[in-house]
């Protein structure tokens, strides 16, 4: 198995607050992603990075940012936490892009 | 952003039990991917239909890609309880990004 973990794994905030989501890899993987899934809609892509410093937006963008200082660090941020961001997030790393992603476990995130 | 529908969007059946599922697009594309999400993981790539018609098989997991590159399904036979979970179809979008479908839920029971 791939080496990603991330933290938290479950969150529980209020609206208006902001939230940091991490995703850490040990597999030294060049792209790094952050997907959100919800039912109905598979996983949707917000953020990708392509290497330290460099990223781009995915699908459904609005309202995260996200930063990547080093190689094995992805982070997500969510600048003020709405209750349309209650979600399930996934992490996934990938040396080849889009020929094969390896997933996280997923953090749980609830904003009230 | 071309639409990956699949169908059917939720599923039980009994152990034993054969199934198909479906993964449909109005475009053409250069490959399909077939993930499974078992409860409370990330999904897991299981395989990469690239030809069309090409048809790969994983145990008792048969994958095909239509004749068009514009569809794909996927056939279990026997079912069992260790095959629930959500299978997800993917097309590369381009070089560096995957776009998923809608996916399937299925439920095994014994």
């Known amino acids: 198995d791939a080496g990603i973990t991330q933290s938290p794994r479950h969150k529980v905030t209020e609206t208006g607050t902001p939230v940091t989501l991490r995703c850490h890899q040990t597999?030294?993987?060049?792209?790094m992603y952050w997907y959100r899934q919800d039912p109905g809609h598979g996983l949707r892509l917000i953020h990708y990075?392509?290497?330290?410093?460099?990223?781009d937006k995915g699908e459904v963008s609005d309202g995260y940012s996200v930063s990547r200082s080093k190689t094995e660090d992805f982070l997500l941020t969510l600048e003020s936490a709405t209750s349309s961001q209650t979600s399930v997030y996934f992490c996934a790393i990938s040396n080849t892009g889009s020929n094969e992603q390896f997933f996280g476990p997923g953090t749980r995130l609830t904003v009230l | 952003t071309q639409l990956l529908e699949q169908s059917p969007q939720f599923l039980s059946i009994q152990e034993g039990e054969n199934l198909t599922v479906y993964c449909n697009s109005s475009s053409v594309f250069s490959s399909l991917q077939w993930y499974r999400q078992e409860p409370g993981e990330g999904p897991v790539l299981l395989v990469t239909?690239?030809?069309?018609?090409e048809v790969k098989k994983l145990k008792r997991l048969t994958f095909q890609f239509g004749d068009a590159r514009k569809d794909s399904s996927l056939h279990i036979t026997a079912a069992q309880p260790g095959d629930t979970g959500l299978y997800l179809c993917a097309y590369r979008y381009n070089t560096d990004k995957l776009i998923f479908g809608t996916g399937t839920r299925l439920q095994v029971f014994p």
């Open positions: 597999e030294n993987h060049r792209y």
């Open positions: 990075s392509y290497g330290v410093k460099d990223t």
């Open positions: 239909v690239v030809t069309g018609g």
